[in-house]
């Protein structure tokens, strides 16, 4: 079994193909190259708390008004040398998130989640123009519940059993990203987009939540497109040539970067706190 498809295969030894091996899986996803989508900037977007403990404290009020907070972030996957990329926020150079935000409390789930996303990542005015501008969101799967018991900082992907009254759910869904689309980052953050392999069993740098988005992911199999649309890569499979020169890329923002809630992560936060 390879990777690499009949159409790219440039070995004078094909591989031995063994029967299907997809049973009971998802339908087979179709991810495009980082290449095919436009980045640029808009105007800060500042963090509205100032530190975690005035963030919790938000969070105690909302939840003593309109009961256990919802909130919805997307994991929006793209590739690169034929190996999957997630697409993060940095945040004052410490902190990592995905795009997404909580929801107002009277909010449909997925229309307010996507008026989060481009409250986030839409381009704003005429900056851009032509094919991904005005792209609709594409709301996939949900890929993961991680729900906060108390007003602190620590986050779970199940309840506990002595829980009864959760103070937020947090639901990661899996964002089918089209062929081409625009993306703007507000100035105080950085849109990166991280390898798998780099995410993986990597909680010191990225937190729990953001390191276990591999194991979400295994339960997809990808094919990989070019920019002609040709499909170069499918999985399962090995990795590809080239998978060695593979970083995070930092693709817009971080020109003025946010010093709010600067102590996020320090005690044991959700999303890491390491510096770039």
């Not at 150079?93 to 935000?101: H, I, M």
């Not at 789930?109 to 986030?120: C, P, T, Y």
């Amino acid at each position: 079994m390879s990777t690499i498809t009949a159409t790219a295969m440039q070995s004078s030894r094909p591989p031995i193909i063994p029967k299907a091996f997809d049973t009971k899986q998802p339908e087979k996803i179709r991810l495009y190259p980082l290449s095919n989508y436009t980045f640029g900037t808009k105007e800060t977007q500042p963090e509205e708390d100032p530190s975690v403990l005035a963030r919790l404290k938000r969070l105690e009020e909302h939840y003593e008004k309109h009961g256990m907070r919802r909130t919805c972030e997307g994991v929006l996957v793209c590739h690169e040398h034929n190996h999957p990329h997630v697409l993060m926020l940095q945040i004052a150079n410490a902190f990592f998130k995905l795009p997404g935000d909580y929801l107002q409390h009277d909010d449909d789930e997925v229309e307010g989640f996507k008026a989060r996303l481009n409250e986030r990542l839409a381009p704003v005015g005429s900056q851009f123009t032509g094919e991904g501008v005005n792209e609709d969101w594409e709301i996939g799967d949900t890929l993961a519940q991680w729900w906060r018991p108390n007003f602190e900082t620590f986050m779970y992907p199940f309840l506990p059993g002595h829980v009864t009254r959760p103070k937020e759910c947090k639901k990661l869904y899996f964002i089918q990203l089209p062929k081409k689309k625009v993306l703007s980052v507000p100035k105080n953050m950085k849109l990166l987009a991280v390898p798998l392999f780099e995410l993986y069993d990597n909680t010191a740098r990225y937190g729990p939540q953001l390191s276990a988005i591999p194991h979400l992911l295994s339960r997809y199999n990808f094919e990989f497109v070019d920019e002609n649309d040709n499909v170069v890569a499918v999985t399962p499979g090995t990795p590809s040539p080239g998978i060695e020169t593979l970083r995070s890329k930092v693709l817009a923002g971080g020109y003025g970067q946010d010093s709010g809630m600067d102590d996020y992560g320090i005690d044991g936060g959700e999303n890491g706190g390491e510096a770039a």
